[in-house]
């Protein structure tokens, strides 16, 4: 089989830090490779995973754009999908396009005619309510957690062929250092993931909080203060850095609870193995969870609100504690001694493992190849 992997021209794959759809991709990619699939990159210039073609429209990512106005971004994604679909018209060994474009990818590839077309859906389905309301056809799609599927709209349930949960390269691996005394919350710092909840609760128990991811791409406590003295900025008005500013930084005090900004790499890994917990405060049904199955991989018992995924990830009591209120959150938090780490390992290598989700995919691969062939498809190759 061969594949063109689609994964956008906003970073490299795998990313220097955060960037979720990129290091999904760079997890599935060498699975799928190890199992004799053929992988065509769409990605940028200066992606260094190994692969056996890379197609791009732009030498690195794009991703620093985003924050300017709509009319001076919104041909990034179509100028990278031409380039996608000038690859496509240029050759016919491609069995099927695993798509990961929000919105443009789909939107582009179902009037283009070409080769069978999986697309993955690892975002809120509430932000384009009009575009899978009307889902295009012939375009087949997975979900990144049964929960994110049950609340999608017909007609995108209708094109689901299913839901793959995200994996960790960490799933597997030897567990390394010793546990410390802080807690963790990893991901972008923004309201739906909570953590002015971790930071009032550890405060609250006195225990010490490490807060690590950036605040809308800002990497660094001096980038972003530099946002928020200059109110001319673009950043500066940004709801993730009001977010910060107004619910996040009265809890900071540069002891208790920090924040240190993002963090990749062996650096994140070792932040994250010797926590006593991570914490997910989560505001809103998260579809994919990948820093949960981290933090399992890594034996560090994830402890959340009951929402999303959440439940499809944790088993609760075993593999961590699940939550309904932040009264709880706080209760089970100082229950963490009751996890036990290595099941937690266990677990995650049993279903999180880029093993288990490759072969998943070959298998809504195979089931997407079919549909396509016999759906009637618009434009012409």
Known sequence: MKILMNAGPWLPVPPD????????????????????????????????????????????????????????????????????LEELRARDDIDLVHDHLEVVGPAVLSAFGGPPVLHTLHWDLRKHQAFYGAFPPGVSVNGVSASQLARAPSALQAAALGHVHLATPLAGQPPAGERGEHVVVMGRICGLKGQHLAARVCQKLGLPLVLAGPVSGLDTPAELEAVLQDPD????????????????????????????????????????????????????????????VEAMALGVPPIGLRRGCLPE?????????????????????????????????????????????????????????????????????
């Open 17 to 84: 830090g955060y960037g979720g759809i990129e290091n999904v991709v760079a997890t599935l990619v060498p699975a799928l490779r190890a199992r004799g699939v053929q992988v065509v990159l769409a990605s940028v210039g200066d992606s260094s995973i190994e692969v056996d073609e890379l197609v791009s429209a732009f030498p690195d990512g794009q991703f620093g754009h985003l924050q300017k106005p709509y009319n001076q971004v919104m041909g990034l994604a179509h100028a990278h999908q031409a380039r996608v």
């Open 233 to 292: 900025h673009p950043l500066h008005g940004h709801p993730d850095v009001r977010y910060f500013h107004d619910k996040l930084a009265p809890y900071l005090d540069g002891d208790l609870v920090r924040w240190i900004g993002g963090v990749g790499g062996p650096s994140r890994d070792a932040l994250y193995a010797s926590a006593r917990a991570a914490l997910f405060p989560i505001q809103w049904a998260e579809p994919g969870g990948t820093a949960v």
């Open 313 to 381: 990830l944790i088993d609760h009591g075993r593999t961590g504690w699940l939550a309904d209120t932040e009264e709880q959150l706080a209760e089970l938090l100082l229950r963490v001694e009751e996890i036990d780490p290595a099941e937690c390992r266990r677990e995650a290598e049993l279903r999180f493992s880029p093993s288990v989700m490759a072969d998943r995919y070959l298998e809504i691969y195979g089931r997407a190849i079919t549909r396509g062939l016999r759906s009637p498809r618009q434009g012409a190759a």
